[in-house]
């Protein structure tokens, strides 16, 4: 059975459609004639247009009656065969690959009310009900944010966290979830204004529980400070244990906020290794086991490998060097834990040229949100769904805990929607094992138009093969005579070519998922859509953060001004606001003065909730 290429396969169901007409008049004809034969009629009499009317005449006649029944017996059986025969044809030798129809597409769970949007089809949503994972093989500028991202983040009706390159989803859909209740953040640590909601990592340790602090700092430890695949991992690990003590340190014996800024500073005080010494041998200070044997661990060897695994450490956090990224993590001002209980909407915004650096508190991000929502098992005080939106998965960087997680937390009501340039690109932080087993463990995935020849070939050969005639013409000639002889053969050939997969329309997607063949859809323009454009809300005004309070230096001694000095200074009176202006610009361009009459009234922060 062959086919031309993109056209469907003659299955057994068309097969059967053709078939049993024809073999329904076979097998009549022939039980009419076993009939015939068994009343012992002259065969040269059989006339099969007569025998109706015969049966009719003598169907009174009980002999004439049992021999067509055994007629019909014999011949029922035939056309069983030969519907057997139909049926249990064996499956074309070069595939039968085809695309799906309507009736497969709703039977596996594309038309479903709610779930993941992922394009259109027939002039519906094809959204992809359920829990499984899905993951987008898109390359750069083909419309993943206005065709997949966006139109989630206007349909999805529980939880989100997206992160948001140049802060387009968050002007596109940030106003109508807030519109419709939901807690809507946008945590964007790096904004030069300081509008951003703040995350601090570290918030969700009970400083007082010693067992606590030492256990959630080692899982902080292992998300940030990764082990090589191959080489040693002493420096990851000796790092591991330096942060915990550290950490550990700070929770126990100072007031200041637990945070990552803090650790970052006091590794860099001049001699920190001379402090923690000093620290372990103090015997007024009272610490856990758990942190005087993570320090003493740090502190204790040699000058070469303290230094080592100190760098190793501050390379890390080398981010907290920013005053913007310290301050934006100084609170919190949302709680993951919430996430499955109320329905909240958090935002990481970033700009394209920034990404790479703030990348590796993102990835933290992420992992600790899967690690704080699999705590607790699914039940009626987690009922909210949530989606995680990874766009631009890889550039991430290496995130063991939610390469883990493709395979677990479904079952918590988390499903993950990663978005990647190419499998190879995914390979390329995780290794062909682990990114193999990310794409298995997502129950579809979704393929935009590919620019590149070798995600072609890889796309062709997963969508499939199908058998195609060849003719071969042959023409030989002996003297004044001529043979042409003409042969038929099937050959293997791809249903979609590479070249044809890189021609394919650019509004046009692809849905590849198990147990059935592959799915044409075409993509989602939201701005053009009347059914997104009126879900358009302006998005909530982002508060400034509060500014961080930090002890300044005095580098030079106080003393008096010179006669000379003074005498080039303005001594006319000035008014409160004139003296403020003059003395504390970067003050004032902080804060709000609300001065009555000359008497300074208050001064409220930018970014007060009650300001």
């Known amino acids: 059975m062959t086919q031309k290429a993109g056209t469907p396969p003659d299955g057994g169901a068309l097969r059967l459609l053709i078939g049993i007409p024809f073999g329904l008049l076979i097998a009549l004809a022939i039980a009419s004639m076993i009939g015939w034969l068994i009343l012992g009629l002259p065969v040269k009499a059989y006339d099969p247009l007569k025998v109706p009317q015969f049966i009719w005449y003598y169907r ?5 009656v049992r021999a067509m029944a055994g007629g019909l017996i014999g011949g029922g059986l035939l056309l069983i065969g030969l519907i057997y025969a139909l049926w249990a044809r064996g499956a074309p030798l070069h595939g039968a690959a085809r695309f799906a129809r309507e009736s497969e597409v709703k039977r596996h769970g594309f038309r479903s009310s709610a779930g993941i949007v992922l394009g259109r089809k027939g002039g519906r949503f094809l959204t992809f009900g359920g829990s499984e994972h899905v993951i987008v093989e898109a390359p750069t500028r083909s419309g993943k944010g206005t065709g997949i991202v966006i139109p989630n983040l206007l349909t999805w009706q529980g939880s989100v966290v997206v992160l948001d390159v140049k802060r387009e989803n968050y002007d596109a859909s940030a106003g109508f979830r807030a519109h419709y209740g939901q807690d809507v953040y946008l945590f964007n640590p790096s904004d030069r204004e300081g509008r951003t909601a703040r995350y601090n990592p570290l918030a969700y340790i009970n400083r007082d529980d010693p067992d606590d602090v030492i256990i959630e700092l080692q899982k902080i430890a292992t998300m940030l400070f990764v082990a090589p695949d191959h080489g040693e991992a002493f420096w990851a690990n000796g790092a591991r244990t330096g942060f915990a003590g550290v950490g550990a340190w700070i929770a126990e014996t100072s007031d200041e906020p637990l945070t990552m800024g803090a650790i970052y500073r006091h590794l860099n005080q001049g001699d920190a290794r001379g402090f923690f010494q000093k620290e372990l041998n103090n015997p007024s200070l009272k610490l856990s086991v758990g942190c005087r044997t993570a320090l003493a661990d740090f502190a204790g060897g040699s000058d070469n490998s303290f ?27 949302f709680d993951l834990r919430q996430l499955r209980k109320k329905p909240i909407s958090i935002y990481l915004g970033v700009s394209p040229d920034e990404l790479d650096r703030i990348a590796p508190l993102y990835n933290l991000l992420f992992q600790q949100l899967i690690d704080l929502n699999v705590r607790e098992l699914p039940g009626e005080a987690t009922p909210i769904p949530v989606l995680v939106i990874l766009d ?20 918590y009501g988390i499903r993950l929607l990663p978005v990647i340039q190419s499998r190879s690109q995914l390979r390329g932080v995780y290794g062909e094992h682990v990114a193999d087993e990310i794409v298995a463990n997502c129950g579809v995935e979704v393929a935009f138009t590919p620019k590149e020849l070798r995600v072609a070939n890889d796309l062709s050969e997963r969508i499939g093969y199908v058998g195609q005639d060849s003719v071969t013409k042959s023409l030989t000639i002996n003297g004044l005579l001529a043979n042409r002889s003409k042969s038929i053969s099937e050959q293997r050939r791809a249903l979609m070519l590479p070249q044809e997969l890189m021609q394919f329309s650019a509004d046009k997607l692809i849905l590849l998922r198990g147990g059935i063949p592959p799915i044409i859809g075409s993509k989602i323009a939201y701005f053009s859509s009347r059914f997104f454009k009126r879900r358009a809300f302006p998005p909530p005004i ?33 008014k409160q606001e004139d003296i403020m202006t003059r003395d504390n610009p970067s003050f004032l361009a902080d804060t709000m003065t609300l001065i009555r009459d000359g008497e300074v009234r208050g001064i409220i922060e930018e970014g007060d909730e009650n300001g």
């Not at 695994?309 to 920013?322: Q, R």
């Not at 290496?398 to 079952?411: C, D, E, K, Q, T």
């Open 307 to 333: 230094a080592d695994v100190k760098k190793t450490i501050t390379n890390v956090l080398g981010l907290w060097l920013n005053p913007l990224v310290d301050a934006a993590t100084a609170a919190s001002d």
């Open 542 to 574: 982002v508060p400034l953060t509060p500014k961080q309070v930090r002890r300044t230096e005095v580098t030079a001694p106080f003393r008096e001004m010179t006669e000379a000095e003074a005498a080039g200074h303005e001594t006319r009176p000035m």
């Open 392 to 411: 631009e998965f890889a550039r991430l960087g290496r995130a063991s805990v939610i390469a883990s997680a493709f395979s677990y937390v479904a079952g």
């Open 60 to 64: 009174g006649d009980p002999q004439v």
